[in-house]
Structures are given as C-alpha cells and as structure tokens.
C-alpha cells in the first residue's frame, strides 16, 4: 500500500525548511520527532522540549468539565515526554480565553491542570495570558533524560518488531480526557534500552506509524488481528482513529524475548507488526493507512 504524507506533514515541512539548516550547538533531536533533545551543562543528562496545546471544538467540547480539560492539556504533553523516555520536570501555560465568562471557567480548568501537575511532579513555574476566538490551552514542557539515550523516530531498521502499549481505538467520548501518559513505562524501556525507535500515538497508528517509518526509511506490516482493542472498538478504528496516546516503538529482534520476559507494568504490551526494506511499502491488510490531519 502507498501511503503519501498527510496534508499537515507536507505543510509542516514546507514551514520549517528555512529553519533546518540552522546551527545549534548541542542538538540531538529537533524538527520531525516528538521532542527536541538537547545536551544540557550536565553531562550525565540531556534537555527535553515539547509544546502542546488544545483548543475548543478540536480536542474539547464546550461541554467538557473544566477539570478535565485541564488534566488533558498538561496529558498531551506529557504522553511525548513519555516517548522520549523522559522526566517531566517544569512546565510554561499559555491561556487563551475569549470573554469574561470563559475567565471563570479556565479557574476551574487551572484546578485540573494543579491536580495533573502534583500526580505526575511537574513544576507549572509560569506562562502567558491571550484573548483568542475560543479557549485554549498551550503546554511547554521541560524534561530531561541520561544522556544520549532518548529514542526518536529515526531509528527502526528492517526486522525489528513494532509494539505498542495499551489499547488502540474508540478513545471518544471519554477514554481521550482520562488516558495516563505512559511516563514509567517509557522511561523503563529507554533504561533498559529496548526502543530502536519510539513516539507516541496521537494522530492514530495509521498516520503516526507511516511518520515514523518514513523518518527510519523503513516500510512495515501491520496485523490487524493482532491490534489490542479498546473496548467496543473495531479494528479500523485502532489504525484510523486518534487519541489513543499509547507507545509506538520499535526492537530489535534479538531484544524481543528479553523484552517479554521482564515487562513489569500491569499496561498491555502487544507486538503488532514487523518493519520491512523500504522498497516493501506499508502493509495494513487493506485497512486505511490514515488518522487525524489539522489541515485536511
């Protein structure tokens, strides 16, 4: 199966050309991976960056408790710090609120952020206030992680297994608001060194997978009978739908094994494809290769 780049990939690409040739000092992971990752004064450890944001009418509805966008706000962020193998450490908020009436409810909305930050220890040191069309929220995240160890996209090579954490599919209504950002387990496998490459699910396996193979110029085989399903979720759903902010990663055969042998989480572990030679292409037994686009 071909699968061409989603319409936000082509223009995220389009806008951040005249940015990759410039120089930083540093720089391990940058543009196209879940985070940036940069060497910090310590040499045992590196920085990692993310910024995040949700908006009414995309990621929340009027109707959302305030609490609960909160806690997703600060989730999101987190679900790719838990893919660079990170440690969440501070966080910068910037609030976009409409009206005086919104201001009253980001005071509840700022209650879930509070009560998100203490369950997973992150510092929210400061941020921003802007009047915009409908409310938001935008997350900054600072984590760090030993040095040189944090995974990206680019690292799949063919034969490694792919799994995934969790349960994919059927994330709407609710399962999108109460996820828990998998921070033990993906700073668990980069300390045991199993990722050959890893991200999180956001967009959907069948848009986020293609990202990182394209990334590791890879192709794959996914096996749909395989995918660990949510409950009342079809098999389309789990490689079409978003939201699942589970993690993708990819291991070397020889790791496998080992892998099974020691995985200390309650969290489902479920082997769901195997990476190919580039010229294979995406194999998704005629499931659509496609998730959520911003700019479809």
Request: charged share 25%; glycine share 10%; proline share 7%.
């Amino acid at each position: 199966m071909k699968s061409r780049p989603s319409r936000e990939d082509e223009w995220v690409e389009r806008w951040t050309r005249s940015l990759r040739n410039l120089p930083l000092p540093g720089l391990r992971h940058g543009i196209g991976h879940d985070c940036a990752v940069l060497a910090s004064p310590d040499r045992r450890l590196d920085l990692v960056l993310k910024t995040d944001a949700v908006i009414e009418g995309v990621h929340f509805l009027r109707s959302t408790p305030a609490p609960q966008v909160g806690r997703k706000a600060i989730a999101r962020a987190l679900s790719d710090l838990a893919a660079a193998g990170a440690t969440p450490r501070a966080a910068l908020v910037t609030a976009g609120c409409p009206n005086p009436k919104s201001a009253a409810r980001l005071q509840a909305v700022y209650r879930g952020l509070a009560s998100a930050a203490r369950r997973w220890q992150v510092a929210i040191v400061g941020g921003e206030t802007v009047r915009t069309r409908q409310l938001l929220l935008s997350v900054s995240l600072l984590g760090t992680v030993p040095r040189g160890r944090s995974p990206h996209r680019a690292g799949a090579r063919p034969g490694h297994r792919l799994f995934v954490t969790g349960s994919l599919g059927g994330s709407w209504p609710h399962r999108h608001l109460t996820f828990t950002p998998r921070l033990r387990e993906g700073g668990w496998l980069v300390g045991k060194n199993f990722p050959s490459a890893m991200m999180d699910l956001s967009d959907g396996l069948g848009a986020d997978l293609p990202r990182l193979a394209r990334a590791s110029r890879i192709g794959f085989r996914i096996f749909p009978e395989r995918l660990p399903l949510a409950s009342g979720a079809t098999r389309r759903q789990a490689i079409t739908q978003g939201e699942d902010y589970e993690l993708l990663f990819s291991v070397p055969s020889a790791k496998v094994e080992r892998l099974r042998r020691s995985w200390p989480f309650s969290t489902r572990l479920t082997e769901i494809g195997i990476c190919l030679p580039a010229r294979s292409g995406f194999h998704s037994s005629g499931i659509p290769l496609r998730g959520y686009d911003h700019l479809a």
